[in-house]
């Protein structure tokens, strides 16, 4: 089949090359508009376009699908399908329907559950133990559409967002392509989601990612690892914002004395190996953190450099 890729972010990219990989052909790439990035801000084309560029696909970056020609582009690209992966941008309803089978769409969620930007993040932060991806048809609604195929996948107890989407980018590559084959093929109808068992996953902000140290344990830990890495979550040192990565939680068999036993919410404790930090019920142990304008070190450099009071806290 004849196919028009749309994407933007790194997550996007394995689709990309499993379709270039496979016998269907991608005749044009759709992609964000070169953003600005990086310390120094400088504007950078996305990573899809850099991938299509390297293969010599034509690009259109349109900043709005219902402006620079696109549905012209499109007639004259003529593809049988157009493939949506974090492509980042609402498509237009007199788009839909161009192509005989649509815009499909790999969305890293087991629809209906965590409909939205945010879907792995969500899932982490909920606790969920199992996630997937599917490929379905984009219709005007939000992720609404009638699911083709699926896969599952794990959430492991210590898997961060990135992770997660890592492995599922990968994997659903290869859904993609599965799908196109039997779409071309036949095989494939689309069924409708079920009416039970919606959830959302909106995009998550800066506010979303502060760390409330009052929380229990579990709470505190699915919230740094469903937002690692982006948009990152943080909390504040004697008026600052430190970025925090992964913690651990400090297990119940663990041996616990009293001291780490009584440290309240957002209380720092530091030892000569590690930094406990106190939440609503158990401690968690700090592994990097990140000053405001300084990089990613081990907790407990950090704390060598702040040297904690006795009794200080992290803000919140």
């Known amino acids: 089949m004849k196919v028009v890729f749309a994407g933007t972010p790194q997550v996007a990219v394995p689709t990309l090359e499993a379709l270039l990989r496979s016998p269907h052909e991608v005749v044009g790439v759709l992609t964000r508009p070169d953003a600005a990035a990086g310390r120094g801000r400088h504007t950078r084309p996305s990573p899809v376009r850099q991938v299509a560029e390297e293969h010599g696909l034509p690009v259109l970056a349109p900043a709005r699908l219902r402006e620079g020609g696109v549905r012209e582009q499109l007639g004259r690209w003529a593809p049988d399908v157009v493939a949506v992966v974090a492509y980042g941008a609402l498509v237009p309803p007199e788009l839909l329907q161009l192509p005989a089978h649509g815009w499909v769409n790999l969305h890293f969620s087991l629809l209906p559950a965590w409909r939205g930007a945010a879907p792995v993040q969500h899932a982490v932060m909920a606790g969920d133990e199992l996630t997937g991806a599917v490929t379905f048809v984009l219709e005007e609604g939000l992720d609404t559409g009638p699911v083709l195929g699926s896969l599952t996948e794990r959430i492991g107890p210590r898997d961060t967002a990135g992770d997660l989407l890592a492995r599922l980018s990968r994997a659903g590559a290869d859904l993609v392509v ?31 990612a502060r760390i409330v140290w009052s929380h229990p344990t579990f709470v505190v830990d699915r919230l740094v690892r469903g937002c690692t890495p982006a948009p990152g979550a943080w909390t504040t040192w004697r008026g ?19 001291l780490e036993d009584t440290l309240a919410p957002g209380e720092v404790l530091v030892r000569r190996r590690e930094v406990l930090t106190g939440t609503a019920t158990s401690p968690v142990r700090l592994g990097e953190v990140q000053p405001q304008g300084r990089k990613v070190m081990a907790a407990v450099d950090w704390a060598r450099g702040v040297r904690p009071a006795t009794g200080e806290r992290f803000d919140g």
């Open 240 to 258: 600052e914002r430190v970025k925090v990565l992964p913690v651990e939680p400090v297990e119940p068999v663990e041996p616990v004395d009293a």
């Open 178 to 208: 599965a799908t196109f084959d039997a779409l071309q093929r036949g095989e494939l109808a689309p069924r409708p989601q079920p009416a039970d068992g919606i959830t959302h996953a909106p995009k998550l902000g800066v506010d979303d």
